[in-house]
Structures are given as structure tokens and as C-alpha cells.
């Protein structure tokens, strides 16, 4: 599987943005997608991750009620959709993909995008 980020920026505060990954090699159906983010000098954490297979979602209480994680399985593609952004949302944002339903540790994913930078000015 490879995944392919993009949709990062310079936004300022309250701003949105939609961040896509699109997956190639195999089914989205088959898989979970997450997205994390990493900020200089901190560990990357997951942000929201959903199941290609059933749809259901997951987001980090950090993002919770201002983001959006859906998929397309025909462009098996994933977006996170963010809104109210703070700064405290810059980051590396990092789409990740593991078989079978959702995880919530870095380390239960196996392919990895390449990440994608959002900067959040205040």
C-alpha cells in the first residue's frame, strides 16, 4: 500500500483545511486509515482514524468536534476536514493505513504517507 498526503498550509487561526490521502496498491475497504501529527520536539499521536469497512470513526479528544474524518472508497481516498484551527494544531501530519479495524497506536500501522505540514498562525 502507498499512501500519498497532501493538502497542508499556512492558515490562521479559525481558518479550515482538508487534508487528503490517497491510497494505492489496495481496497480501502480492507483497511483502517489514521491520521497522526507530530510536532517538533513532541511524539506523534493519532488524531482520527475511520474503518474502510464499516465507517466508523475515531478522533482524539484534542480534535474532537472540530474535525472530520471520512472516506472515499471508489478514489480510495481518506480526508480529514478541520475547522476552528488553533495553533496548537501545527504539526507534521502523518495518513497511515493497518488491515482490519481501527487502531489507535502509531505502532498498529503498517504503511505510511509521507506527511504533510500545517501551520497555524495566530
Known amino acids: 500500500v502507498q499512501l500519498q498526503a497532501s493538502g497542508g498550509g499556512l492558515v490562521q487561526a479559525g481558518g479550515s483545511l482538508t487534508l487528503s490521502c490517497a491510497a494505492s496498491?489496495?481496497?480501502?475497504?480492507?483497511?483502517?486509515m489514521g491520521w497522526f501529527r507530530q510536532a517538533p520536539g513532541k511524539e506523534r499521536d493519532i488524531v482520527a482514524a475511520?474503518?474502510?469497512?464499516?465507517?466508523?470513526?475515531y478522533y482524539a479528544d484534542s480534535v474532537k468536534g472540530r474535525s472530520t474524518i471520512s472516506g472515499d472508497n471508489a478514489k480510495n481516498t481518506v480526508y480529514l476536514q478541520m475547522n476552528s484551527l488553533k495553533p496548537e494544531d501545527t504539526a507534521v501530519y502523518y495518513c497511515?493505513?493497518?488491515?482490519?479495524?481501527?487502531?489507535?497506536?502509531?505502532?498498529?500501522?503498517?504503511?505510511w504517507g509521507q506527511g504533510t505540514q500545517v501551520t497555524v498562525s495566530s
Open positions: 496498491g489496495r481496497t480501502f475497504s480492507s483497511y483502517a
Open positions: 475511520i474503518s474502510g469497512r464499516t465507517g466508523s470513526t
Open positions: 497511515a493505513a493497518r488491515l482490519g479495524s481501527i487502531g489507535y497506536a502509531l505502532i498498529t500501522y503498517d504503511y
